[in-house]
């Protein structure tokens, strides 16, 4: 009697093709046939009854197209544009415009006024009559020479005071246009008084961009002028200004960021003039320590100039001869000053540096941009030479 051929088990068989089909795809992922798959196996992994779309298993799957190539350029911030066409990647945005006075003020201001009332000026025309024009010329033909010497490397000029209000911006600011309206070559005005600075209100800024601690971070030794320029704001009557801040409260100027920046810049301008904060701070004595020539600005009343003959008499035990390259300007910031003023000269000549004085102006004391087309005769001849004794001690130091 026959023995029938035992019935295959159909679960058997679906396991088995599942097992070639799975042996078929780790062979594919690893580059390699599976030693023993069937020779049929390839065929399966195409076309196999466990098709992940569903269809119905024999049917051909459309081989998949390959997927279009990720951006491999890493995730950037935005790049900035670098005047000159330098492309950087800068960690951080570019700063908005921010207006130097809010705008409910600036109908506040009123109409500025000339630094000499109606009668100086009267007065003054007419002894113009029997003055000799010959001098005025040659006078003026001098200090222009002063003011015009060739540098050989940018200069820095550092402007302090022993304590605010007493008009250290207001004569950085004239220092800056004096030798804005003499040389012909670059002048930069940089405010290092992060305290809510006034210099570009007094150089006529209608807003500020950049200030010092960007520019620390962006300067290179790559960079042209041109490149330089385009973070700075341009002065109306020439040159350019770099602000400490936005006119926002926020950390002091570090003694890095001014190194940093001031070494940068001077290759590009002739004439660096420097509104430093007040004495002791740390920018200032750094400033005053590392400065071609010092502008000490003392207000004329009696507790002034004892305190800056203190800070002339710190400036003496500095290891170079920082009094050789130091001026004194004395400010008098009341028409109703009551300081004997030859006095108060005697007084700061003690310590061998050279005084000049800086007359009352209305002008000034009104505030805001200042116009020199306003200022009063005694106040342009006396920024003038001041401009001119710093710029003579500026040159000796090599």
């Not at 420097?274 to 071609?292: I, K, Q, S, Y």
């Amino acid at each position: 009697m026959g023995v029938d051929a035992p019935t295959p088990d159909p679960r058997q068989a679906t396991a088995a093709t599942l097992d070639a089909v799975a042996a078929a795809r780790a062979a594919a992922q690893h580059g390699h046939a599976a030693p023993d798959a069937a020779p049929d196996a390839a065929p399966a992994a195409r076309y196999g009854s466990g098709a992940p779309d569903g269809r119905s298993a024999g049917l051909p799957v459309p081989t998949p197209q390959p997927a279009p190539p990720a951006d491999s350029r890493p995730a950037t911030l935005p790049e900035l544009r670098v005047p000159g066409g330098r492309d950087a990647a800068v960690p951080m945005a570019t700063p908005e415009s921010v207006p130097t006075v809010d705008p409910r003020l600036a109908v506040a201001l009123g109409k500025p006024v000339h630094g000499d009332s109606v009668a100086k000026r009267a007065g003054r025309s007419v002894r113009k009559l029997g003055s000799s024009a010959a001098q005025d010329v040659a006078e003026e033909s001098r200090i222009g020479r002063e003011l015009q010497q060739p540098v050989t490397t940018g200069r820095v000029i550092a402007v302090t005071s022993i304590r605010g209000g007493v008009g250290k911006t207001t004569v950085a600011a004239l220092l800056a246009r004096s030798f804005n309206h003499y040389r012909h070559d670059p002048v930069l005005a940089l405010e290092a008084d992060g305290a809510l600075g006034t210099l570009p209100v007094r150089l006529g800024a209608e807003s500020v961009r950049w200030s010092c601690v960007d520019l620390a971070d962006i300067l290179t030794p790559a960079m042209q002028l041109t490149d330089v320029t385009g973070y700075l704001v341009p002065v109306t009557d020439g040159g350019w200004l770099l602000p400490a801040s936005q006119g926002r409260l926020g950390a002091p100027l570090s003694m890095r960021t001014y190194r940093t920046v001031t070494l940068a810049l001077r290759r590009y301008f002739a004439v660096t003039v420097v509104d430093c904060e007040t004495l002791p701070g740390e920018v200032a004595r750094t400033a005053m320590d590392t400065a071609h020539a010092r502008i000490v600005v003392a207000p004329m009343t009696a507790e002034g100039v004892g305190g800056t003959r203190l800070v002339l008499d710190w400036l003496a035990h500095l290891p170079h001869s920082a009094l050789a390259t130091t001026v004194v300007a004395l400010t008098a910031n009341s028409p109703d000053t009551t300081l004997d003023l030859k006095a108060a000269t005697a007084h700061l000549r003690e310590a061998g540096v050279t005084v000049l004085p800086v007359p009352y102006d209305r002008h000034l004391a009104q505030g805001g941009p200042i116009q020199t087309a306003l200022l009063g005769r005694a106040t342009r001849q006396a920024a003038v030479a001041l401009a001119a004794e710093a710029m003579e001690r500026a040159v000796r130091v090599r």
